[in-house]
């Protein structure tokens, strides 16, 4: 069950990146994208992904694929949004430097946006990652047949604490190990950016 959770959570986490890095740093940089796009994610952003549940059964049916469109949606959110800031915060010097040096607005966004962005994704992904993983459980919870979700609510029809209590220990185990792979990834593609402390 604990299995079946991190692979439905992986797979949301993955997609949530694939669309919400590009995207927010997209919209950080380039005002016509922002324009386009910054109106509907503000709208999107404060909606919880539990309120999407109904829609989603409605929309994809049961199985995995409503659990997986919830997870994209609670961490494409945070993703996009630090993207968005890195984005919007790259150090203006650096910025001059590279159009003295001939750097047209392509090269600059690849070689100083996205490089001086690194660090506010990382802090996003810090945050997907557990809203991705607290909403696979929540999903599982309404409508599944398998998952750490599903085992807590069978526990509760069965009047089982046991089984309420294993399902709670494997989420948060579950949590530990997804934060610190991603504090140990974010340790190695940063590691320029460490204080030396």
């Known amino acids: 069950h604990a ?50 549940i109904p829609i989603s059964i409605i929309w994809f049916g049961l199985g995995e694929t409503p659990k997986i469109f919830l997870i994209t949606l609670a961490a494409f959110a945070n993703t996009t949004l630090n993207a968005m800031t890195g984005a919007e915060n790259v150090d203006i010097t650096t910025i001059n430097a ?10 600059i966004f690849t070689t100083v946006v996205i490089p001086a962005s690194v660090p506010s994704i990382f802090a996003g992904l810090q945050v997907g990652i ?8 929540a999903a599982e919870m309404v409508k599944a047949s398998n998952g750490l979700g599903w085992i807590i609510q069978a526990g509760m029809d069965n009047n089982n604490m046991t089984q309420i209590l294993s399902g709670i220990i494997m989420i ?16 190695v593609a940063c590691r320029w950016n460490k204080s030396g402390r």
Request: some cysteine; aromatic content about 14%; hydrophobic content about 55%.
């Open 172 to 187: 948060g185990l579950g949590g530990f190990v997804l934060t610190y792979i991603m504090r140990t990834i974010e340790g």
């Open 3 to 52: 299995w079946t959770s991190i692979q439905e959570a992986f797979i949301g986490y993955v997609l949530s990146l694939v669309v919400g890095i590009p995207l927010g740093l997209a919209m950080g940089w380039f005002n016509v994208v922002e324009g386009l796009f910054r109106p509907i994610f503000e709208l999107i952003r404060p909606i919880p992904p539990i309120a999407w």
């Open 130 to 137: 557990s809203c991705a993983w607290a909403s696979v459980v």
């Open 98 to 107: 590279a159009k003295m040096l001939g750097a047209n607005e392509f090269q």
